[in-house]
């Protein structure tokens, strides 16, 4: 089962996190554009790509039901219209499109979250240090942007074992989180 997790940034100029992972082995890089971000897609053909960026718009104010949803479970989500996150949320939805277009399934997930659900904490050492206690192998760069692109990677995989759960709306946008 091979799956990839972006860690999107907001412009091309800015570094994004791009992780496989097989089996239990992650292969992590840094990317900036949006073409070399679909190369890659297509070059490894996985079975989903997790993007880690809002991939909709609130279809009314600054939240949609999906960061509220989270918001309110405690965990920490920018509003898709806030500053940055405005130029994150066209490019992620962009992205996602044309990798769907490609015949790749897309889901918007949140590392962050994922990882206080998984490990319970939101320390990214600990999250790299658990998961090679649990056997995974990590190949490339572990930046900030990696680990986050490996946990949105988990993400993915533990969406195809049927290990998540959906938050959110069919019309306004779905965030995919670890089952606590």
């Known amino acids: 089962m091979k799956v990839i997790g972006i860690d999107l940034a907001g412009l091309e100029t800015n570094p994004?996190?791009?992780?496989?992972?097989?089996d239990k082995k992650f292969i992590t890089q840094t990317l900036h554009t949006d073409e070399q971000i679909l190369e890659h897609c297509a070059a490894a053909?996985?079975?989903?790509?997790?993007?880690?960026?809002?991939?909709?718009?609130?279809?009314?104010?600054?939240?949609?039901?999906?960061?509220l949803a989270l918001i309110k479970s405690g965990f920490r989500v920018f509003p898709p219209k806030f500053g940055g996150m405005k130029s994150l949320t066209i490019r992620g939805t962009k992205l996602a499109s044309k990798i769907k277009n490609a015949k790749i399934d897309v889901i918007e997930v949140h590392p962050r979250t994922s990882g206080l659900i998984i490990f319970g904490t939101d320390d990214r050492k600990k999250w790299v240090e658990e998961l090679k206690r649990r056997g995974y192998e990590f190949k490339g760069e572990t930046s900030r942007h990696e680990i986050d692109a490996a946990l949105a990677a988990l993400t993915a995989s533990l969406y195809l074992e049927k290990r998540t759960e959906k938050i959110g709306t069919p019309n306004e946008g779905i965030i995919i989180i670890p089952r606590k």
């Open 45 to 67: 053909k996985p079975l989903v790509v997790a993007i880690d960026a809002p991939l909709s718009f609130p279809k009314r104010g600054n939240l949609r039901v999906a960061d």
């Open 16 to 22: 994004s996190g791009f992780a496989i992972l097989v």
